[in-house]
């Protein structure tokens, strides 16, 4: 039985990993980490992620949404910028469900909570 794992929260776009990035990366798939979902934090950090995913294709997949730390009172505007993501030519079919499904639900945890 060949078992692997996969991280489904991890911000490795953010700032503190861009000195060690490559090495991260290498210690997940040492340790067996072989899928490595990262969940968007706002609009300014999608150029980041997407650049990952892009590079690291079949290994970090990007979840596009906004996190309900970073909701201001701009939120509609910056979902609907986030939305027009989900059209974004280098973004294949399956991980546009899979970002569609995550902006929904990340969404609908904020509308709830007011």
């Given at each position: ?52 995913s ?41 991980s ?19």
């Amino acid at each position: 039985m060949n078992l692997s794992f996969i991280d489904s929260h991890a911000h490795i776009y953010s700032e503190e990993y861009h000195n060690i990035l490559d090495d991260t990366i290498k210690r997940s798939l040492n340790a067996k980490v072989s899928k490595i979902l990262m969940p968007n934090i706002n609009l300014k950090t999608l150029s980041s992620m997407l650049k990952i995913s892009e590079k690291y294709k079949g290994i970090c997949f990007h979840m596009l949404g906004l996190h309900p730390c970073y909701v201001t009172e701009n939120y509609k505007n910056e979902i609907e910028e986030i939305f027009k993501f989900l059209s974004y030519k280098t973004i294949d079919r399956k991980s546009t469900r899979l970002n569609s499904s995550h902006l929904v639900i990340s969404y609908a945890v904020f509308c709830l909570k007011k």
